[in-house]
């Protein structure tokens, strides 16, 4: 492989020109932009009937961004920020509701019909963008239909059903070379297998990844220490033997293996001085059996889900605590957790066209976990420092009722109301030792919450909505493995909310915005109490603020789209206490975001079409604060610059990749605590990809 040097500027050569072929261009995009179809109230309708903040991504819009995880588009996605330190270790954010230490997930995220975040932060389940018919991203509280975990908004993964119509394959494969590391490449395979009776269909989908390190490591002198492989596989069957049955399953296994973590010197992004490995190894075997009746004005839904994971993880601990082992000896910290997630769902939905439209609904989930914490150690193991067998974090039986029901007073107004109550009793028992201090936990706790919804929404034009929505989000309290405090509070939220979306010149312009006010209490906040080594979860009382959120597409002419994002958030404390001073914002949250993208499509020749894309992305930077152990770091703005070049004939496609061009370092996590090292981006990453179908 060329040097990357060499190939940025090919890179570059290719792409001025392509600005030379305007005059061949007819390679084009419909003459409006589409409608689009969502499934955000759990029925299916246009998004302009939607009286909430949502973002749609489809399948087309993300085999064009060339991203495979939402990471890579989550800056054009008003309000969503994820801070990462490998793959299956995201920890996302939206409209600035943060999450603590070790308390639940703030984001929901479902695939299909099925929720998939745990009750542990920053691991949310790697979802591969494969074969998806959209990503939905709901902004804001989701109490109501999509119940806990779904406080700052819920992200959903929709996959593509089986085409009945015939069989069909399909492919990609592609290789990268990282500026500075090593070369991986990546493959997958679609197929498409329905019966000759057009009543029983599956589909297909397997994927492996061989991503390239780029961290070198300056003590053993072992070079692109961080890779990894991820290999994963889907399948999805769909029987419908009449018109009032529809029954899909659906499996997906996923395996990950990373020899280290992308973590390196906070003043220098491709090294690392540690004195062991610090792997990862994520597997997740996920099924979904959805049994849909329609019976006569009435839709009856039952979903239900299995997950069941194994998660394994090191930190290398020997900068802190090397003086417990010889001279020359390493010390780690290491997990090993088993999480068994069951839920299910039953609904009711109204079908017709009438002025009064509902649904209603029961929902049970039983999770439990149960983990290792130890300390491996060379030469000889340290028994009884930093060792503990417990549940981690906590099993929790939960469950449900929810109802939504709306009316519409003309084709014009509509208004609906919602509300769930949410009953969740959570357990931690174990042990741990710490610095040979036993300690035995035996935990319980019940949390309750009302969490309501107010909806009003104006149909003022044929390609226009405005609407009012007034939402409570709720999220349980928990335990501390080791505390102190051993517990921690529940937190609410309440959203209010004003937004429109509209289409302008026949429709060739799409604009949607949010104004948004939130109030806060009880506010989850990471801690680490003095002389305390972990990182825990505590209540920081009160914040609130204001926010804005901007998305906007252009079709400028019939080769041309342009789109456009932005959103800006003051939530912040409203008081001081021991660790956050009034007026601090919320940690990991950045003010800002935004986002621009540009797409041509052209001919290279008249029966060859083509296309050039350039997307840029941004974010300001966040603070993390804990003032009783003097910790106020504050990151610097981050922005990444990608583009791509391709030809597209109608049975494949290949295409010419950069991303992250300008080589953007910023440190995306910084060091806390007994961490010493820094997450930084993937370096200018320049690669070759191709597409066939068939």
């Known amino acids: 492989m060329k040097s990357v040097a060499s190939n940025l500027q090919l890179f570059a050569t290719v792409v001025i020109t392509v600005t030379l072929l305007g005059s061949q261009a007819s390679a084009q995009y419909s003459g409006m932009l589409e409608e689009i179809i969502v499934t955000a109230q759990k029925r299916e309708q246009s998004l302009l009937e939607v009286p909430q903040a949502v973002t749609v991504v489809g399948m087309e819009d993300i085999k064009d961004r060339a991203v495979r995880d939402i990471k890579g588009m989550q800056f054009s996605i008003p309000s969503l920020y994820i801070t990462n330190n490998g793959p299956g270790q995201d920890r996302i954010q939206m409209r600035g509701i943060s999450p603590g230490a070790q308390g639940l997930p703030a984001v929901g995220v479902y695939l299909d019909e099925v929720g998939i975040s745990l009750d542990q932060v920053q691991r949310n389940l790697a979802v591969p963008l494969v074969d998806l018919e959209r990503v939905e991203v709901l902004r804001g509280p989701q109490g109501t239909l999509y119940g806990q975990g779904s406080m700052g908004g819920t992200i959903k993964y929709i996959t593509r059903n089986p085409d009945m119509e015939g069989a069909g394959f399909e492919g990609e494969a592609g290789i990268m070379g990282v500026d500075g590391g090593g070369t991986g490449y990546h493959a997958y395979a679609v197929a498409n297998l329905p019966n000759q009776s057009k009543t029983l269909g599956v589909r297909l989908v397997a994927g492996y990844e061989d991503t390239p390190g780029w961290i070198d ?135 017709g066209d009438g002025p009064l439209s509902w649904t209603a609904g029961v929902w049970y989930r039983d999770a439990e976990s149960w983990g290792i914490r130890s300390t491996p150690a060379t030469p000889n193991p340290v028994m009884g420092v930093l060792d503990s067998m417990a549940t981690s974090p906590v099993d929790a039986k939960s469950w449900a009722v929810f109802g939504d029901i709306s009316y519409a007073f003309s084709p014009q107004w509509e208004a609906s109301v919602g509300a769930r109550y949410y009953d969740d009793k959570r357990t931690q028992k174990g042990s741990a030792v710490t610095f040979f201090n036993p300690t035995v936990f035996n935990d319980t706790a ?174 300001s930077g966040y603070e993390l604060n804990i003032a009783s152990q003097g910790v106020h770091i504050k990151t610097d703005s981050t922005a990444f610059l990608n583009a791509r070049l391709g030809m597209e004939r109608a049975r494949w496609q290949l295409y010419l990749e950069g991303k992250n061009l300008t080589n953007e370092d910023t440190i995306l996590f910084p060091p806390a605590g007994i961490v010493t090292t820094a997450t930084r981006p993937v370096p200018r990453t320049l690669g070759l990809l191709f597409r066939f179908q068939y």
């Open 446 to 619: 019940k949390f309750d919450s009302v969490d309501p919804r107010f909806n009003l929404l104006w149909r003022y034009n044929d390609v226009g909505s405005a609407y009012i929505n007034v939402a409570k989000g709720f999220r349980s309290g928990g335990f501390n493995a080791i505390g102190p405090p051993d517990t921690y509070d529940p937190e609410k939220l309440w959203n209010y909310e004003i937004g429109t979306r509209t289409g302008l010149f026949e429709n060739r312009v799409t604009i949607d915005t949010a104004i948004f006010y939130l109030d806060y209490t009880d506010v989850q906040v990471l801690d680490v109490a003095p002389g305390a080594v972990f990182a825990n979860t505590t209540n920081a009382g009160k914040a609130s603020g204001a926010g804005f959120e901007f998305a906007g597409t252009a079709l400028l002419t019939e080769q041309l789209i342009l789109e456009l994002s932005y959103s800006k958030n003051n939530l912040a404390f409203d008081n001081t206490t021991a660790d956050k001073q009034k007026g601090d914002p919320l940690d990991f949250v950045p003010d800002q975001t935004w986002s621009a993208a540009l797409t041509y499509r052209f001919n290279w020749t008249s029966t060859l079409p083509g296309m050039f894309r350039v997307d840029y992305q941004a974010a």
């Open 217 to 351: 490591d300056a003590i053993t002198g072992e070079k692109d220490i961080n890779g990894n492989t991820q290999a994963w596989f889907r399948g999805k069957a769909l029987w419908q033997p009449n018109d009032t049955f529809t029954g899909t399953l659906l499996w997906q296994h996923y395996d990950l293996e990373q020899d280290n973590l992308n973590s390196s010197d906070p003043d220098d992004p491709d090294v690392v001085a540690q004195a062991r490995s610090t792997p990862v190894e994520d597997k997740f075997d996920l099924i979904n059996l959805i049994l849909d009746f329609d019976l006569g004005g009435v839709n009856l839904i039952s979903s239900t889900g299995y997950l069941d994971r194994n998660l394994k993880s090191e930190q290398d601990l020997t900068a802190f605590f090397g003086f417990l082992v010889p001279p020359g000896g390493t010390i780690g910290l290491a997990f090993d957790t088993d999480f068994k997630v069951l839920t299910q769902e039953i609904r009711l939905s109204s079908q």
